[in-house]
């Protein structure tokens, strides 16, 4: 008599992403459960030792053996590229959720509609909207999910579970409601279109291969004839549900407003850790499933990126506002990050490639969060001075801070003694070895035209006249004047002693993605 066998779960390979679903649902029961009054001192413990066990979990078992097969009957890959970039979001969404404890940036009751009776009275009552605490352990554990996906299935549910969270969170800014709530209708809008991009091309993939596995799909590129229009239709769609993630051109249209309205803690965290799990993604689709057929997909990623660096450092010049420009900022990297998607070749200029992107999404995502925290701190009567011209004299008000600022800037330049520069010499130099060098070169002059809008700015705070009614500089909590520090520590470090970062991108590299 045969027996079906219960599926095999590998539970300590998979106990970091567990570890962060179940606090996420400790988190929802606490809403349900908790008196109001207990909830905020409840929420934030379960979430830093959720996001702190984590990332221990994960230390663990790279000590413990970096897997070499996959997980959950193959529906996951814990592998070395994985692990890192579960590293990688984990510090970036602690950091993060730091900002997120700042009470100012939220509305005390999402419910009530702004400026009315409702919202004061809850203002008055010291309401806090805890739940945008396991709102984000859901969209980490789903940013988490969608970077370690060896099945498109899986991928789909992972790109949901970290979407829906933040089409909520970007709705909960505090002042400037009707903007905050714009900017989330927009973002849910367009990511339901791209989702739905997502799920048709992965059927017409289905339909092509006769399987949703990555590694299935990959075979099947080498032993399916005659359904080519159906694969070359199908990758476009999936392709177009990923850039999408990544604010790529031209499907970038919205990160700009949703930069802008959404709460900046929320801001950072879809700057950083968002980007992270779609470059995961986006390297396992095209890397792992379409590898076979890179003849087909790298020209249009060619375009892909050099359409992305030149928009995002064009228009980045066009903008009035801070948050603004750092979205087309954020673009314009997007870009840098595709030219090492597009430099493949060999096993080992794979793993040099691969090594560039995971290097340049460290020093890129912690920079990006202590950028954002500084805009918090900035602020008019309305809250957070957003547009440039309130920045004048920023320098003469507050040198320290303008001046670490000014830093940041500086990194996202690409300017020597940052991050920054070992951050796009290594996706660059990646590239070159694998033939890329017109994207190089566009790569290279998109940073020029990106240096002048970051000295513009730092020109604005230290050589223009602070205006009478300028802004002020809010005193920072705890939790934002550490975000702060530890960001500019880590720029310095990285651009001075770049070598352990690189050693640990490049062991988790060296053995690529597995499937």
């Known amino acids: 008599m045969n027996t079906i066998q219960p599926p095999t779960i590998e539970y300590g390979q998979l106990s970091p992403l567990l570890l962060i679903f179940g606090a996420a649902i400790i988190g929802v029961l606490i809403e349900a459960l908790a008196p109001r009054y207990l909830r905020k001192s409840l929420q934030m413990p379960v979430t830093l030792l959720g996001l702190v066990g984590g990332f221990a979990l994960v230390l663990v078992v790279v000590l413990q053996g970096v897997p070499t097969t996959l997980s959950a009957e193959g529906a996951i890959a ?8 579960w590293g990688v979001i984990l510090v970036l969404a602690l950091i993060s959720v730091m900002l997120i404890n700042d009470d100012n940036e939220f509305v005390a009751a999402a419910s009530a509609v702004p400026g009315t ?16 605490y396991p709102l984000t352990l ?23 579970v970290m979407s829906l969270p933040l089409y909520l969170l970007c709705g909960l800014a505090r002042r400037r409601r009707l903007l905050s709530q714009e900017a989330s209708v927009k973002y849910f809008l367009l990511g339901a279109f791209s989702s739905a991009f997502f799920l048709y091309g992965m059927a017409l993939v289905y339909g092509y291969a006769g399987t949703v596995d990555l590694g ?6 080498g032993t399916v004839g005659g359904q080519n229009t159906l694969l070359l239709i199908g990758m476009g769609m999936l392709g177009v549900g990923l850039l999408f993630k990544i604010g790529a051109a031209p499907f970038q249209a919205w990160k700009p407003d949703v930069y802008q309205g959404a709460p900046t803690p929320i801001t950072a965290l879809m ?8 470059f995961g993604a986006v390297l396992r689709v095209f890397w792992v499933a379409l590898g076979n057929a890179d003849w087909d ?9 050099i359409l992305t660096m030149v928009v995002g450092a064009i228009l980045a010049i066009t903008q009035t506002d801070i948050k603004r420009m750092l979205a087309y900022s954020s673009i314009a990297h997007a870009g840098f990050l595709l030219t090492g998607v597009v430099a493949t070749g060999a096993a080992e200029q794979n ?31 309305g809250g957070e001075a957003g547009h440039l011209s309130r920045w004048a004299g920023l320098g003469k008000r507050s040198p320290a801070l303008a001046g670490v600022f000014a830093f940041f800037l500086l990194a996202f330049a690409g300017i020597p003694l940052t991050s920054g520069f070992f951050g796009k010499y290594a996706v660059f130099a990646a590239a070159v070895a694998g033939g890329a060098v017109p994207l190089v070169i566009v790569g290279v002059v998109s940073s020029a035209i990106a240096a ?29 004047a550490g975000v702060v520090a530890i960001a500019a520590a880590a720029t310095v470090v990285l651009g001075i002693y770049p070598e352990p970062v690189l050693r640990l991108a490049e062991d988790a590299a060296s053995t690529l993605f597995i499937h």
């Open 138 to 160: 859901f969209a980490v554990g789903g940013m988490m999910l969608f970077a370690s996906a060896s099945d498109l299935l899986i991928m789909f549910v992972a790109l949901e």
């Open 78 to 85: 814990v592998d070395g590229p994985a692990l890192f970039f």
């Open 452 to 480: 002048f809008f970051y000295v513009r700015v730092i020109v604005l705070m230290f050589f223009s006249e602070p205006a009478a009614d300028g802004p002020t500089i809010a005193i920072p909590s705890v939790g934002t």
């Open 297 to 305: 997909w790298r020209p249009v990623m060619w375009g892909v990126a």
């Open 216 to 221: 299935g799909i990959n075979t099947a590129l």
């Open 271 to 278: 700057a950083s850790g968002t980007l992270v799990a779609a």
């Open 351 to 381: 793993a040099m490639s691969l090594k560039g992107i995971l290097f340049y999404l460290v020093v890129y995502g912690i920079t990006t969060v202590g950028a954002f925290a500084v805009v918090t701190m900035v602020r008019d009567a």
């Open 117 to 132: 009776p409702e919202e004061e009275e809850s203002i008055a009552a010291g309401g806090a909207h805890t739940e945008i």
